[in-house]
């Protein structure tokens, strides 16, 4: 039963890790990354819907992204919704695909980054200690109801605290990785 929880709190945590890692994706560093913009919502006949749903988001320089959409009647809503999105790029269209060329970050900017890195990773750990408050919930109910002993549910809380330990410290690593992303000049 105690592997049940363990088990089930693993599958949680291992799905906000990629959540966070993805969120942390989205965080602009200095070089041009089509997860910058692809998860974009764009007004697409009344449906919000994403850039990379709609079009072909591509990097074809260290500075700088192209997205050509299939369908060339929805250029001006994603150029404004990449406007909108507040991540400081300006995009420019062509008529056929949008260029948006990465500015170089100012130092300034740079620190607001990681600022807004740290609040995603902190999302992210937040998570991972509700999800050990739910397992460590669920072993209380188990010794309530004497389905385990108290050896065994204390034998628990360790296990789901050395859980929770690890996935914090990989939050921690890629928040780490994407500080060094965002200083790197």
Do not use: F
């Amino acid at each position: 039963m105690i592997k049940q929880v363990e088990k089930n709190a693993k599958q949680k945590m291992e799905k906000v890790l990629e959540a966070t890692k993805h969120d942390l994706n989205t965080v602009r560093t200095g070089r041009a990354r089509p997860s910058l913009v692809e998860n974009i919502m764009v007004d697409y006949y009344g449906t919000q819907t994403p850039i990379q749903q709609m079009a072909k988001v591509v990097a074809p320089e260290a500075r700088q992204l192209v997205i050509e959409p299939w369908d060339k009647s929805v250029i001006e809503s994603i150029e404004k919704a990449i406007l909108k999105s507040n991540l400081g790029l300006n995009p420019s269209n062509d008529g056929n695909v949008i260029r948006i060329n990465i500015p170089q970050l100012t130092e300034e900017r740079r620190k607001e980054l990681v600022k807004v890195a740290h609040e995603k990773a902190e999302k992210g750990r937040i998570a991972i200690r509700n999800i050990r408050r739910e397992a460590n919930d669920e072993l209380k109910e188990m010794e309530k109801n004497s389905e385990i002993s108290e050896d065994n549910y204390h034998r628990g809380l360790d296990m789901i605290q050395e859980l929770t330990d690890t996935y914090i410290d990989k939050i921690d690593k890629m928040l780490e990785d994407k500080e060094q992303d965002i200083m790197e000049v």
